[in-house]
Structure formats: structure tokens, C-alpha cells
């Protein structure tokens, strides 16, 4: 009951927060009342979270049951649209009767499964037994459509192209991808209002001149080159200056605007043209959210934020003046920044600062990674950010050196104190009997495989392995091992795994 009463707060709430000047002083005078009912949703998540999908490399067979659940369920109804190259049907879920249809599709790109799982959270949410009443007043104004993994192919191998190595997303002209006819045939069909393309973007956008990673971003494409704004579009805008305003909630300044330049391959700019209102929404990054969990709340909430909008039309007294103060996504961060280093070089010191980027390689069943960093910048990077960033002020660079003594087996390797080995300066192991199938090395030492010859001075480069220890006054404070900062005095650290060196 308490739950219910917040909930149609809440949408009250969200409507009148959009409609007038008027409503907002209201709202304004009592800004914990607001925050209560707009945290309803948001609170109530992980009743309706679907628990069977819990990490990004999902694959195709693991949402059919859970497609199949709702094929049975009186109210929805399940259609094959179409197939992948490799066979794999794409199956649409309508659920409502109401007049405006909005369509919803996620992952084109098989890499970006973030909203594919949102999706069946926002099914779990419409089927449960909570808030009857607002469901209702949606399903009777509104008939969703979900159409999830669009691109399942990609999601096997977690890649973003499909089968034939195109990008799904610059196909909507030619339509040389199944895939892509099947979404051109099913919004045609539908002729829907309101058009959601459900993505992933890189995890280094931020949103501009901040610190603060664009944990999400939207945009209402462009139709044209000349980027008019039309009330297709215009609708579009609204909805999303709407979502910006729930997400600020939960990610404050954790949104960007991305870029609006007109792509005339594009699904989101042709649908658009089509006379659909395309929104796009991206799932970024969130600090220690690797499996971007968090992310796919927001996304959650953003989207069903959204559908309340459409469903009482109070989007449509939004100024889409709103939209353009959303700040734009930028491409600034580092998973870790270290700044002011002292680098020796020919015998000189210099001050530098790193920027560290840690890229995931998928283990052959594409079930899981192993990470490998490298410096992609360095020099001043006063203008980057990073999601750690270390003061290295009054530390030098120091090369790490190969433990002299050979280590027979992966198991006798797991028994080594890593910590105690980089505090004495070691930071390469080399093991014998290692077997293929593994990647990574499990401790904060990379391993060697024998013929490994250390370098005779530490070099600091774009492109190198950041793998390093720092100094401060002879002593080994930290350690960088595989691009992760670890302090050797309270072990603190983020690490995931070192390197296996050829
Ligand atoms: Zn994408």
C-alpha cells in the first residue's frame, strides 16, 4: 500500500514536474517529499530484476525461457519477426492495447547487452502484481513492444558487428543484414510513435569539462544534415529532458548529450525520418560497476520513466530549449590518471602525467575477460580525468625486477606472498607448466614464460604495458601491476588480474 501511494505520487509528481513554472516552485518547496517519491521506483528495483541474467556477456539462449514465459502469459503476445545469419530467431513482446505504440530494441551491437536485461526487468515490473492500477492506465493508453538482442550472433562472441561483419547500425539504407530488415519490417509494420534504440557506449565518455563519467547519454537523432527540428524529433527531445531529470536523481551530472551529427546509414536518424520519434539511449560507465549493474537500473528507471511520460502526455509541455543544456558527451577519461610522476630518462628526470586504459579480452567462450592495459597518453593531461586518479607528486617510476627464483608450477606460483614480492621489488615470476587455457595471471605479478629478458631501463610510452613500481625516497610505496594502482602498505586495490608475457 505504502509502495502504491508513492507510486502515483510519483507520476503525479513527474508530470507536474514538467509542466509549468508554476509546479516547479511547488515542487521546489518541498524537495524531500520529491526526492521520496521519485526514489519509489528506483527503491523498489530488485523486486523486478530478472536475477537469471546477472553479467553483460549474455547469450541468446539464455533469454529464450524467459521470452517463452511470457509467450504463455495471458496479455502479452510473443512474435517470431525474423532470424540471425546463424539461424537465431528474433522474437518481438507486445504487451498493452492502448493506441500509441512504442517500440523498443536493444543490442544491435552484440557488445551492448546493458538495456537487453533492463528489458526483462521492465517485463518483470509489468507483470507483477504491483501497482495495478497505473499498469493498467499505461497498457490501455500505450502497446509496447520489446524486441531484445537484435543482434544475437554479436552477443555469442560479444562482438558488435553480426555475422557478415557489418555494423547492424549503418544498415538501415541498404539493408544488406537480416537483422536490419527484420527491425526496418517491424517498425514499418508498427508504424510505431515512439522508438527506443537501446545501446552501450564506451565506458571513457564523460560529461564535458566534468570529472563525471556519461553513465548515460541520449540523443534524438537528426533527420537531416541540416539537424531541423521537427515535432517528431521535437518529442523525442522532450521525452529525453524528462529522463535526464529522473536519472539526475541517481547519477548527478552523470549525463551526456551524444553527438547529433546526421549518419544517413543510421537506424536512430532513419527512424526518425520514418516519422518514429527515435530516442537513443547509451549506457556508459559507473565507477566499479564493471558488469554495469547499476547502469542497468538507471536504464530501467530512464525507460520507464519515459513510458509513464508517453502514457499521460505530460511530456509534451517540456521546452526542448532543455535539451540543448543537457551537456554534451566527451571522451576524457582513464580508468587511472597519475599525475606528476618523476621519470628518469638518459639520465635526466622529467614530470609526466599517465593515462591508463584498461581493455578486456574475452576468454574463448566469450563467457568472460582477462584485462590488458596500456598508457594511451601521457605528457600533460590537466584536461583528462580519471576514474582513480593518483598524485604520483614526489614518486619516481622504478623498473620491476624478475623474481630469481623459477617457479615449477601454476600451483606452487599461487602460494608466492605477491604482496610481500613487491614490496622487495619484484614484479615478474617466471613459471614453467603453464597450462594454454589460462590467460591471466590470478596475483598482482605478470608471469613469464622463461625466455622473458628484462629491459634494462623502465620505458614509459603510449602503447606500453604499464607494469611499475613507485618510489618515494628509495622506498616502494605503490605498485602499478597490469595498469592497476596498489598501495603496498594497506594492500588497497581494484585489481583483477597481471599478465601472462610470452
Ligand atoms: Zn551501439
Not at 525474423?82 to 492502448?98: A, D, K, T
Not at 628518469?344 to 609526466?352: I, P, Q, V
Request: a neutral charge; one cysteine or more; glycine letters at 6%.
Amino acid at each position: 500500500m505504502k509502495l502504491y501511494i508513492l507510486f502515483v505520487s510519483f507520476i503525479m509528481s513527474l508530470s507536474a514536474s514538467c509542466q509549468s513554472k508554476m509546479a516547479e516552485t511547488t515542487l521546489k518547496e518541498n524537495p524531500e517529499k520529491q526526492a521520496d517519491i521519485t526514489s519509489a521506483l528506483y527503491d523498489t528495483y530488485d523486486t523486478y530484476k530478472e536475477s537469471s541474467l546477472a553479467k553483460r556477456r549474455i547469450k541468446h539462449h539464455e533469454i529464450q525461457p524467459l521470452i517463452a514465459k511470457f509467450k504463455a502469459k495471458e496479455g502479452y503476445a510473443v512474435t517470431k519477426v525474423g532470424e540471425s545469419i546463424e539461424g537465431r530467431p528474433l522474437s518481438l513482446i507486445s504487451v498493452g492495447s492502448g493506441a500509441t505504440n512504442v517500440f523498443l530494441w536493444s543490442q544491435m551491437h552484440g557488445d551492448e547487452p546493458t538495456a537487453t536485461q533492463a528489458i526483462f526487468d521492465i517485463l518483470n515490473f509489468l507483470d507483477s502484481k504491483d501497482f495495478q492500477k497505473e499498469k493498467a492506465s499505461i497498457l490501455r493508453n500505450l502497446t509496447l513492444h520489446f524486441l531484445p538482442m537484435l543482434n544475437p550472433d554479436g552477443a555469442e562472441v560479444y562482438t558488435r558487428r553480426n555475422t557478415l561483419g557489418i555494423d547492424i547500425n549503418r544498415d538501415a539504407l541498404a539493408l544488406q543484414s537480416p537483422e536490419g530488415r527484420t527491425l526496418k519490417r517491424v517498425r514499418d509494420s508498427l508504424d510505431a510513435d515512439f522508438g527506443f534504440n537501446l545501446h552501450d557506449q564506451s565506458t571513457y565518455y564523460n560529461a564535458e569539462r566534468t570529472e563525471k563519467p556519461a553513465t548515460i547519454s541520449y540523443l534524438a537523432p537528426a533527420y537531416n544534415y541540416e539537424k531541423d527540428i521537427n515535432d517528431v524529433r521535437a518529442n523525442a527531445m522532450k521525452i529525453i529532458v524528462y529522463m535526464n531529470k529522473i536519472i539526475q536523481n541517481y547519477a548527478p551530472g552523470q549525463v551526456g548529450r551524444y553527438n547529433d551529427d546526421f549518419e544517413p546509414r543510421a537506424f536512430g536518424d532513419n527512424i526518425q525520418k520514418w516519422g518514429t520519434s527515435a530516442i537513443l539511449i547509451e549506457s556508459g560507465g559507473f565507477n566499479k560497476d564493471t558488469e554495469k549493474q547499476e547502469i542497468r537500473k538507471l536504464n530501467y528507471v530512464s525507460i520507464l520513466s519515459a513510458i509513464y511520460t508517453i502514457s499521460d502526455k505530460s511530456y509534451t509541455e517540456i521546452a526542448i530549449a532543455d535539451y540543448e543544456k543537457i551537456p554534451e558527451n566527451d571522451r576524457k577519461l582513464f580508468d587511472l590518471k597519475i599525475e606528476n610522476l618523476t621519470y628518469k630518462l638518459l639520465g635526466k628526470e622529467y614530470t609526466l602525467d599517465l593515462g591508463i586504459q584498461r581493455f578486456e579480452n574475452d576468454k574463448p567462450n566469450h563467457n568472460d575477460f582477462w584485462i590488458s592495459s596500456s598508457i594511451v597518453e601521457q605528457g600533460d593531461l590537466s584536461t583528462y580525468y580519471g576514474y582513480e586518479t593518483f598524485d604520483a607528486k614526489g614518486y619516481t617510476a622504478t623498473l620491476g625486477k624478475v623474481y630469481p627464483h623459477k617457479i615449477s608450477s601454476m600451483t606452487d606460483f599461487l602460494k608466492l606472498d605477491a604482496f610481500e614480492l613487491l614490496k622487495q621489488g619484484y614484479l615478474f615470476v617466471s613459471v614453467n607448466g603453464i597450462p594454454e587455457k589460462i590467460m591471466e595471471s590470478p596475483l598482482p605479478l605478470n608471469i613469464t614464460r622463461g625466455s622473458y629478458k628484462a629491459p634494462a631501463n623502465l620505458r614509459l610510452a603510449v602503447g606500453v604495458n604499464p607494469s611499475f613500481f613507485l618510489e618515494k625516497n628509495g622506498k616502494i610505496m605503490y605498485a602499478v601491476v597490469n595498469g592497476y594502482l596498489i598501495d603496498l602498505q594497506s594492500k588497497a586495490t581494484s585489481f583483477k588480474n597481471a599478465l601472462i608475457l610470452k
